[in-house]
Nanobody, 124 residues
Framework: QVQLVESGGGLVQAGGSLRLSCAASGRTFSSFVMGWLRQAPGKEREFVAGIGWSGRSTYYADSVKGRFTISRDNAKNTVYLQMNSLKPEDTAVYYC?????????????????WGQGTQVTVSS
């Protein structure tokens, strides 16, 4: 069992940056593949970025590649999403998620635990 709490969302102008954080409870954080997914109004929840157990392996959706960076600090039980060069189409609720299986997790059904989500709004 793990509980996830996101923070860092907000309103930013196009071209700006935000850093999302996700704090996890429990002592088994390093055993989970972690990911960020997002859901815009009227759209399906989509994969954004994922990171392996140690943090050495990262992977991204094409739409954010080169702009977003996922990282994790297993000592702090925290995963981050640095978002640069934000675009209005990045506007969504961003969810942190944990997957027991691995080494990667891309699809929604692969994730076992979810945070409550944090709103990111990018104005044009």
């Amino acid at each position: 069992q793990v509980q996830l709490v996101e923070s860092g969302g907000g309103l930013v102008q196009a071209g700006g940056s935000l850093r999302l954080s996700c704090a996890a409870s429990g002592r088994t954080f390093s055993s989970f593949v972690m990911g960020w997914l997002r859901q815009a109004p009227g759209k399906e929840r989509e994969f954004v970025a994922g990171i392996g157990w140690s943090g050495r392996s990262t992977y991204y959706a094409d739409s954010v590649k080169g702009r977003f960076t996922i990282s994790r600090d297993n000592a702090k039980n925290t995963v981050y999403l640095q978002m640069n060069s934000l675009k209005p189409e990045d506007t969504a609720v961003y969810y942190c998620a944990a997957a027991r299986a691995g080494p990667t997790a891309i699809f929604r059904h692969e994730y076992d635990y979810w945070g409550q989500g944090t709103q990111v709004t990018v104005s044009s």
